[in-house]
């Protein structure tokens, strides 16, 4: 009988050199407006991976190649005779800005599927959460009261209700708010 495979679950998608890669992207991404750490940095570049590797052999391979575009943009751009890596983050935030605004849509859509992916992965960090506001655990309780208030409040605005309901949504009205009247 054979062994099932697990091989999937430690599959990685990315190499040292693209993690390199990864990790230069990241920081023009979200280095430019707040210092991220350096061992935050790469973590995220292990986090990208955690998040890639469990797609389809084609897509896998497919943001691979991608990557190796942006590695290798400048050259490809006349922008600068240096791998992206190399550049300084100015240069890089100046050269993801030029691929942004590119005409040739293929050069936009390989920055677009890597912010889109680097920025879910940058945000499902705690640290970051709370930065941006969120309020965490606490959302929970909020989520509870927010959606018994909205339930009394239809209730209350329904059309079709009669006197009694009407009393009743009132009621629930009031308990969400935590007012008696």
Do not use: C, W
Not at 56 to 78: H, K, Y
């Amino acid at each position: 009988m054979k062994e099932p495979r697990t091989k999937d679950f430690l599959r990685t998608t990315f190499g040292p050199g693209h993690r390199v890669v990864l990790v230069a992207l990241a920081e023009a991404l979200f280095s430019e407006d707040s210092d991220v750490p350096e061992e935050r940095m790469r973590s995220f570049a292990a986090d990208v991976d955690g998040f890639v590797s469990p797609a389809s052999r084609p897509l896998r391979v497919g943001l691979v190649l991608m990557l190796r575009f942006i590695q290798l943009a400048p050259l490809l751009l006349f922008f600068s005779f240096s791998l992206f890596e190399n550049l300084p983050v100015k240069k890089r935030v100046e050269l993801l800005d030029r691929m942004d605004r590119s005409s040739v849509g293929f050069v936009a859509l390989v920055l677009v599927a890597y912010r889109t992916i680097m920025t879910m992965v940058f945000y499902e960090d705690p640290h970051e959460l709370s930065l941006l506001g969120y309020p965490g655990d606490e959302r929970k309780v909020f989520l509870r009261f927010q959606s018994k208030k909205a339930r009394a409040s239809a209730l209350l605005h329904a059309e079709e209700l009669d006197s009694g309901e009407h009393e009743a949504a009132k009621v629930h009205v009031a308990a969400a708010d935590g007012s008696a009247e």
